[in-house]
């Protein structure tokens, strides 16, 4: 718990806010349209750090390991839910280590196809790639391994290469699972099979649902029922005063209200995704079993 941080006081010095993926992606976007709402809310800059590598673990580790005096903050991923079953020698718990804020976006995947491949559907793609095993290349999101457990290309956390090779393969067959990012989402250079679903923090339903930029791309969930919430960006830090929690919530949430700022995020490919820090646990530690179910059932492993 906080030494002396408290709500009248806080902040009194600048924050930090760790964000685990390169700049540019969706991801740091959120994380500085967060932090200066904060810092105009809180009249101390909040300053963004890109602490990018080994899937997240590298900023997520500094974060948790910082002093528990609301200076440093972590802009939380599904990767910090995913991590757990994933890696077997982490240096934190993140669910003991970490306490919820203020969730603050989801960021819908978006399946793109070459338009060389003669399947314009999903269900039409899941009998293409039974008939053709070991053909299939994957630029992928973790969350893509929940829908097809074939040959995989990584990429770095950005989006633009797996795009690229998707793009430039010759084969014809490369596949991805993506975010859709700021400008190039209403772009239909490649043909758009299905979009992943955005969830409520409250809610434990979900419902197949359109995205906003693409009204004329169908769910994921339609065509498959257990593809849920496939990626989503959150606002987590480490123990501090529940007074200085309950501050950072009322901020955050008072800037998501604001109708310019859900439009940034519209404009973004994203969905605003509020709730209260109790609201938000329980989605983490939802998305956290759900994760380690779909590891174990495919058998991944980290390389």
């Known amino acids: ?7 009248d006081d806080y902040p009194a010095r600048p924050v930090r806010l760790f964000v685990t993926v390169p700049a540019g992606g ?20 909040f300053v963004v750090e890109n602490k990018p590598g080994a899937s997240t673990n590298i900023g997520t580790e500094l974060a948790l390991k910082s002093a528990p005096d609301g200076n440093t903050l972590l802009l939380a991923m599904s990767s910090n839910a995913i991590n757990p ?13 970490a306490v919820p804020v203020a969730s603050i976006a989801t960021i819908p995947l978006v399946m793109d ?10 269900p039409e793609f899941i009998a293409y790639a039974k008939a053709n095993p070991g053909k299939i290349n994957l630029a992928r999101a973790a969350a893509a391994r929940r829908f097809m457990s074939r040959r995989t290309v990584p990429h770095d956390g950005r989006s633009q290469p797996g795009r690229r090779d998707l793009s430039g393969r010759s084969r014809g067959d490369a596949r991805s699972a993506r975010r859709p990012g700021a400008g190039d989402v209403r772009r239909h250079c490649r043909r758009r099979s299905a979009t992943s679903n955005p969830a409520s923090c409250a809610r434990s339903r979900y419902e197949p649902k359109r995205q906003e930029l693409l009204p004329d791309v169908p769910a994921m969930r339609n065509f498959c029922p257990a593809m849920r919430r496939t990626a989503g960006t959150a606002s987590s830090r480490q123990r501090h005063a529940a007074d200085v929690v309950a501050t950072l919530n009322k ?4 800037a998501l209200a604001d109708p310019a700022m859900r439009k940034r995020f519209t404009d973004l490919g994203c969905e605003v995704f509020t709730g209260t820090p109790a609201d938000f646990g329980k989605f983490i530690a939802a998305e956290t079993d759900k994760w380690a179910k779909v590891i174990k059932f495919a058998n991944v ?3």
Do not use: W
């Not at 901020?251 to 008072?254: E, F």
């Open 1 to 7: 718990m906080s030494r002396g941080a408290a709500a």
């Open 26 to 45: 969706s991801p740091d976007i959120i994380g500085r349209l967060i932090a200066q709402a904060a810092s105009e809310k809180l009249g101390q800059p």
């Open 85 to 97: 079953a994933l890696y077997h020698h982490l240096n934190f718990d993140f669910l003991r280590d």
């Open 113 to 122: 196809v070459n338009p060389a491949v003669p399947a314009k559907t999903v």
């Open 251 to 254: 901020k955050v949430n008072a």
């Open 301 to 303: 492993k980290a390389d």
